[in-house]
């Protein structure tokens, strides 16, 4: 192909791309009116911190309808904690807020993970993962960003364990982030994140009088029960929406959980590949959770960024997630196609990373 046939293609692909993803933030842009911007936001995690700044627990009780809403706060106390003095403004103007601070986190992260095509970033916008998660105005978009500090920081110490620790201390299924980290004979800056991770979580719950912290895991498990289950795009989920028994489902998210495991020691210990050993880790991560929401997806992006950071037709792959219901899970095959673009993508990424970027050998944090 000539020159010139490349750069047309390239202005073509752009246009396209950059038309796609300003009609994905129109469609966002529209709701700014109304409580749909910022569900999660403003339905969980403000209630909850509000609870907090007013002496009471923000853990619902075991019997309340609130569990099968989705928007029952069921994570460690430290996001309440956080955003309780934010209860003192309006609710709108948080919610704003937060929306800004979460393109502004997906934009930062890509940067981070040395992106430099802008067709990648609009791409992005484009995913139906990515919509779900800027409309919630949840933890998503955040996680994305924690994802690629522990990338980016990957060779230190102390900037890592407390990248990881403070992932897996807010969000508990980040916890393969640990396997990767000793996987690739990062063992200073793994035993930091356990130990700055439990001490968070300690101050956190120590803030609200421990309120609750017997009855957690129950809380996990029941939340699990009723989303996991029917609801959410999980392993789980996909297997009872085909028919069999959950426990099937339970079993099979241990295995593939498992092998990505398997699959991230084997990469990081042996084939020394430190791309592929954290791409397995974020696929464990997607695969170990028992509660799967449609913008969870948006975490495939930093593997994504780290073995493809040029545009190529794999970075619109996840678009295809808009056919998804973000209400329950769907009908047919609607809650396997999540997974299915999961495995594609993760496939991609395992099958064939840019070596001459980031290079293959794992060096220990010193």
């Given at each position: 192909?000539?020159?010139?046939?490349?750069?047309?293609?390239?202005?073509?692909?752009?246009?396209?791309?950059?038309?796609?993803?300003?009609?994905?933030?129109?469609?966002?842009?529209?709701?700014?009116?109304?409580?749909?911007?910022?569900?999660?936001?403003?339905?969980?995690?403000?209630?909850?911190?509000?609870?907090?700044?007013?002496?009471?627990?923000?853990?619902?009780?075991?019997?309340?309808?609130?569990?099968?809403?989705?928007?029952?706060?069921?994570?460690?106390?430290?996001?309440?904690?956080?955003?309780?003095?934010?209860?003192?403004?309006?609710?709108?103007?948080?919610?704003?807020?937060?929306?800004?601070?979460?393109?502004?986190?997906?934009?930062?992260?890509?940067?981070?993970?040395?992106?430099?095509?802008?067709?990648?970033?609009?791409?992005?916008?484009?995913?139906?993962?990515?919509?779900?998660?800027?409309?919630?105005?949840?933890?998503?978009v955040f996680l994305v960003l924690a994802f690629a500090l522990a990338w980016r920081f990957r060779d230190t110490i102390w900037p890592?364990?407390?990248?990881?620790?403070?992932?897996?201390?807010?969000?508990?299924?980040?916890?393969?982030?640990?396997?990767?980290?000793?996987?690739?004979?990062?063992?200073?800056?793994?035993?930091?994140?356990?130990?700055?991770?439990?001490?968070?979580?300690?101050?956190?719950?120590?803030?609200?009088?421990?309120?609750?912290?017997?009855?957690?895991?129950?809380?996990?498990?029941?939340?699990?029960?009723?989303?996991?289950?029917?609801?959410?795009?999980?392993?789980?989920?996909?297997?009872?929406?085909?028919?069999?028994?959950?426990?099937?489902?339970?079993?099979?998210?241990?295995?593939?959980?498992?092998?990505?495991?398997?699959?991230?020691?084997?990469?990081?210990?042996?084939?020394?590949?430190?791309?592929?050993?954290?791409?397995?880790?974020?696929?464990?991560t997607l695969a170990f959770t028992p509660v799967l929401w449609l913008h969870f997806f948006v975490l495939l992006v930093v593997p994504?960024?780290?073995a493809r950071p040029r545009f190529s037709a794999i970075w619109l792959l996840p678009s295809v997630l808009w056919l998804c219901p973000?209400?329950?899970?769907?009908?047919?095959?609607?809650?396997?196609?999540?997974?299915?673009?999961?495995?594609?993508?993760?496939?991609?990424?395992?099958?064939?990373?840019?070596?001459?970027?980031?290079?293959?050998?794992?060096?220990?944090?010193?």
């Amino acid at each position: 192909m000539s020159t010139g046939a490349l750069g047309w293609s390239r202005t073509m692909s752009t246009a396209v791309v950059v038309a796609a993803a300003a009609i994905s933030l129109v469609a966002l842009l529209s709701i700014a009116g109304s409580d749909e911007l910022g569900w999660d936001f403003r339905y969980t995690y403000l209630r909850a911190a509000e609870l907090v700044r007013n002496g009471e627990s923000p853990y619902p009780p075991l019997d309340d309808a609130v569990l099968g809403s989705g928007t029952a706060y069921v994570y460690p106390p430290q996001l309440a904690v956080v955003l309780a003095p934010l209860t003192v403004f309006p609710s709108n103007l948080v919610v704003w807020s937060a929306f800004a601070a979460s393109v502004a986190a997906l934009v930062g992260a890509l940067a981070l993970l040395g992106v430099r095509d802008a067709r990648c970033y609009a791409a992005v916008l484009v995913w139906g993962s990515t919509s779900s998660a800027l409309e919630m105005t949840n933890l998503s978009v955040f996680l994305v960003l924690a994802f690629a500090l522990a990338w980016r920081f990957r060779d230190t110490i102390w900037p890592l364990a407390a990248t990881v620790g403070l992932v897996v201390s807010t969000k508990l299924f980040g916890w393969p982030l640990l396997v990767w980290a000793v996987a690739t004979r990062r063992y200073r800056a793994a035993v930091g994140a356990i130990v700055f991770g439990a001490a968070v979580t300690f101050c956190a719950w120590a803030v609200i009088g421990f309120a609750d912290l017997t009855r957690y895991p129950e809380l996990l498990r029941r939340f699990s029960e009723v989303q996991g289950q029917e609801k959410s795009y999980s392993i789980v989920a996909a297997t009872v929406a085909l028919g069999y028994d959950p426990s099937v489902g339970q079993g099979l998210a241990a295995i593939v959980g498992s092998a990505l495991l398997a699959a991230a020691v084997y990469y990081g210990r042996w084939a020394r590949d430190d791309v592929r050993c954290f791409a397995a880790a974020v696929g464990a991560t997607l695969a170990f959770t028992p509660v799967l929401w449609l913008h969870f997806f948006v975490l495939l992006v930093v593997p994504l960024a780290i073995a493809r950071p040029r545009f190529s037709a794999i970075w619109l792959l996840p678009s295809v997630l808009w056919l998804c219901p973000r209400d329950g899970n769907g009908h047919g095959l609607e809650p396997l196609l999540p997974l299915t673009v999961a495995v594609v993508l993760l496939g991609v990424v395992l099958a064939r990373t840019d070596e001459g970027r980031h290079g293959r050998a794992v060096e220990a944090a010193t």
